[in-house]
């Protein structure tokens, strides 16, 4: 089954110790992609990777870190999370610029 | 800098009625927008993704307009039942592949 899958699907941590959300699909989409949702402002772009090693800054990458190794695999790193990256994390991909995105099932991020 | 708005932000309709939801966006220098749903506490699923060469798309009881000379999109639910309640978004994606969603538009369809 065509898919993108994130994990963990939930996560409560504190403030200072990294952690890593796993993104991975299986159709072989060049573009990934990661959001956050946050109540009244909506879904905003963090990151994004064109291809494997190719990377570039959302609207709001302050905080995070990304990296794109392998071409199925897009992880997102919080080296030190703080209370004010609690949200709902989605992951995406798509074959392209032209093509519909995937959305994964999310990850909800708790960080006291 | 691009900025996307769904009006209006919440509708109710009674089962049945055909609706139309709203997305504009202030550049037209646009690949393509998609229209997503996205129920309580879920994930995204994607409805119709119109290039920015087209006009409309069309899926089942679901059809989507683009007017980007004006900035508009619209989506179109024929014959809404309550399974169509949901939170419906709409997403432009711009140079750089980068991506502006809208806010949404909370659809509530009653029985």
């Known amino acids: 089954e065509a898919q993108v899958t994130q994990n963990p699907r939930y996560l409560i941590t504190v403030t200072g110790k990294k952690l890593t959300v796993t993104c991975s699909q299986n159709m072989n989409h060049e573009y990934m992609s990661w959001y956050r949702q946050d109540p009244g402002l909506g879904l905003r772009q963090i990151y994004y990777?064109?291809?494997?090693?190719?990377?570039d800054k959302g609207d709001v990458p302050e905080g995070y870190k990304v990296s794109r190794k392998e071409k199925r695999n897009f992880p997102l790193i919080l080296e030190s999370p703080s209370p004010n990256q609690t949200s709902l994390y989605f992951c995406?991909?798509?074959?392209?610029?032209?093509?519909?995105?995937?959305f994964g099932p999310g990850t909800r991020l708790t960080v006291t | 800098k691009q900025e996307v708005t769904q009006i209006p932000a919440a509708l109710s309709v009674p089962e049945g009625e055909n609706l139309v939801l709203n997305c504009s966006f202030t550049d037209s220098a646009i690949y393509n927008l998609q229209w997503f749903r996205q129920d309580p506490g879920k994930g995204l699923t994607s409805l119709l993704l119109i290039q920015s060469s087209q006009r409309e798309q069309t899926s089942g009881r679901l059809n989507a307009s683009l007017d980007k000379s004006s900035g508009r999109s619209t989506l179109y639910i024929a014959a809404s039942q309550p399974g169509d309640s949901a939170t419906y978004l709409c997403?432009?994606?711009?140079?750089?592949?980068?991506?502006?969603f809208g806010a949404g538009t909370r659809l509530f369809v009653k029985a």
């Open positions: 990777s064109m291809n494997v090693e190719v990377t």
């Open positions: 995406a991909s798509s074959f392209g610029l032209s093509y519909e995105q995937y």
């Open positions: 997403a432009v994606r711009v140079g750089g592949f980068k991506t502006i």
